[in-house]
């Protein structure tokens, strides 16, 4: 490999982690400082995938928190809604009692 094609590379990849990569791992750990997310950080493995747990009040919110990263526009982003084991536990009881309704019970 030529050495000008080497040095070329090696100031791309400079110039994406000095303008895209660190930035938005200092931000998530800002975010998560702020308690803009409730938890986040990087996969322990070789990878450069991150997890952020963020509670919204809604899809506006985190639009605009997640649109807030540098790499947003050059990466994906995959979002998971969680529920509350409070809330899902509400919601399978009053199931469980509607169906034993049905059943006569």
């Known amino acids: 490999m030529e050495r000008s094609f080497l040095d ?3 100031k791309s990849l400079t110039l994406i982690l000095e303008s895209l990569v660190n930035p938005t791992i ?3 750990a800002k975010y998560v400082e ?3 997310a409730l938890a986040g950080g990087m996969f322990a493995r070789d990878s450069n995938e991150s997890v952020m747990i963020i509670e919204a009040e809604s899809n506006e919110e985190l639009r605009r928190i997640l649109e807030g990263f540098p790499i947003w526009n ?3 982003f995959q979002v998971t809604p969680l529920e509350r084991y409070d809330d ?3 919601s399978t ?3 469980f009692e509607r169906l034993k309704a049905l059943a006569g019970q």
């Open 8 to 10: 070329k590379d090696l």
């Open 26 to 28: 200092e931000l998530g």
């Open 34 to 36: 702020d308690g803009v």
């Open 74 to 76: 050059v990466t994906s």
């Open 88 to 90: 899902r536990l509400k």
């Open 93 to 95: 009881r009053k199931m």
